[in-house]
């Protein structure tokens, strides 16, 4: 099943100008203006239903993490709510004209990130959502995401609104760019530091030049030989990760002998068969590497609970790491509302999303289904823990800063979302005017409500003892 199928539609035998025909007709089912809407129906569900239901696959003991991180703010408890948003961007107008989308779009996937040629890029990072869908729910999502950011910095609405037009802005007016292109320039398009240097520094004042100057630099240090300083010490003569409970539980510390020896047996397993995912000479790298140790991690925020194995692999000899993440992947949050993914196992959806999305990804990216973890078959990707990985810091950016990053991103989704999708139907669609952009400032603004009332809910479920948080 091709790419095409999946996300954007066949467009092969139709001519640009049909396809922007097309674009163009779709704004009568759904104008533009439509997507300033939000108006949640009494029959919407209860949001921490929907937040249980998902802890009920996870691990128990993990789960109130998960909670006491949601709790903390209205920004953090929106970083684990893409299945409540899910439900809601589904009953929004829907423009019919599909991309694959990240499917949890907020600003903090947006990173910085190595290419396999050391280059430094900037691109989304978070795929365990991905599903082609309408590629308006990317950037609702990450628009109310900028919005929810900037009342956490005290902006004012009048600065709030011009982020939002100006990220809708970046994405309109990149994708009607994409759209002039060939299907070749499209592929090839990236965004890497030089690039984003020389488009955006020339705006931006010399402090924020100077955070993103030092915010490279950082990310250039974050890789496996920093995360085995950081995480490992050498007990007995041998390397082994070191315990940080509850948030890094080496397999020793976790589970009796009898239990820890099989569950190291599949997971040795895993990472020799998941190589046959990767390209041949990739696959000849990760032969040359053995297993040394294996730990669970908790990660982010709407990932805590989920099963996710640190797996220390060590080369020439025990100076020579390399740290692979492997993930538990469910089911999309988008499935119920955009269809189910088309991929045998829930690992090769993720892994395919992020390979067609990325302009660039991590050569150790693969996928693997495991039988025999906690009792039942799960499905895994897996990536290196650190690979020049920066984050940005919401909390430290000005107004300016923050219009910025925006920019940024919107360029960034409308460079995944032409490659994946039919990029002359939706530049057409948004066309020339700000009509689009106005109604996601409205839009991202009722949302950014919502989810206040939202984080309340769990909040106040916490309160009153009918779910547990804890602090990790």
């Known amino acids: 099943m091709t790419s095409n199928h999946l996300a954007g539609g066949d467009t092969r035998n139709r001519t640009p100008q049909e396809r922007a025909a097309l674009g163009k007709a779709t704004r009568s089912s759904a104008p533009r203006s439509s997507h300033a809407e939000f108006d949640p129906t009494p029959k919407r569900p209860d949001p921490v239903d929907i937040i249980e239901g998902q802890s009920a696959k996870r691990v128990p003991e993990l789960v109130p993490i998960r909670y006491g991180r949601m709790t903390e703010s209205p920004f953090r408890f929106y970083r684990g709510a893409a299945a409540i948003m899910a439900g809601d961007l589904a009953d929004t107008p829907r423009s019919g004209i599909r991309a694959q989308l990240c499917g949890d779009a907020h600003l903090l996937n947006f990173r910085l990130l190595a290419s396999p040629e050391r280059r430094m890029m900037f691109d989304i990072n ?3 959502e991905t599903l ?8 609702k999502r990450l628009s109310a995401s900028f919005v929810i950011a900037g009342r956490a910095n005290g902006f004012s609405a009048k600065q709030r609104a011009r982020i939002v037009r100006t990220t809708v802005r970046s994405y309109r007016e990149w994708m009607r760019s994409y759209a002039g292109m060939g299907n070749l320039p499209v592929w090839y398009a990236r965004l890497d530091e030089e690039w984003v240097r020389a488009q955006f520094a020339p705006e931006l004042s010399a402090r924020t030049r100077d955070r993103w100057s030092r915010a490279v630099a950082k990310a250039r240090t ?11 010490h050498v007990v007995d003569g041998k390397v082994r990760i070191a315990a940080d409970p509850p948030l890094i539980m080496p397999l020793q510390d976790l589970l009796p002998d009898v239990e820890r020896g099989a569950l190291e047996k599949e997971i040795h397993r ?6 046959q995912t990767l390209q ?3 696959r000849f790298l990760l032969e040359q590497y053995r297993v040394a140790d294996v730990a669970r991690k908790v990660v982010g925020v709407g990932s805590v609970g989920t099963r996710c194995w640190i797996v220390l692999l060590l080369g020439r000899d025990d100076s020579d790491p390399l740290f692979l993440q492997a993930k538990e992947a469910d089911e999309s949050v988008l499935a119920p509302f955009a269809g189910a993914s088309g991929y045998r196992t829930q690992g090769e959806r993720v892994v395919s999303g992020q390979r067609l999305m990325q302009a660039t990804s991590d050569i150790f990216l693969g996928w693997e289904r495991v039988d025999g973890i906690d009792g039942r078959r799960r499905d895994f990707y897996i990536r290196q823990l650190r690979d020049w990985k920066g984050i940005a810091e919401p909390e430290a950016m000005t107004p300016a800063g923050m219009r910025a990053f925006g920019e940024l991103c919107g360029a960034t989704l409308a460079r995944a ?3 994946s999708g039919d990029r002359i139907a939706i530049a057409a669609y948004l066309g020339k005017g700000d009509v689009f952009d106005r109604a996601l400032v409205t839009f991202a603004e009722l949302y950014a409500d919502q989810n206040e009332k939202d984080h309340q809910a769990l909040v106040d479920a916490v309160r009153t003892g009918r779910v547990a948080a804890a602090a990790a």
């Open 417 to 419: 979302h032409a490659r």
């Open 132 to 139: 082609p869908g309408p590629f308006e729910w990317d950037v």
């Open 280 to 282: 041949s000479d990739r």
């Open 222 to 232: 974050r890789d496996s030989l920093q995360a085995f300083g950081k995480l490992t």
């Open 270 to 275: 895993l990472v020799e068969r998941y190589g």
């Open 126 to 128: 978070d795929f365990d």
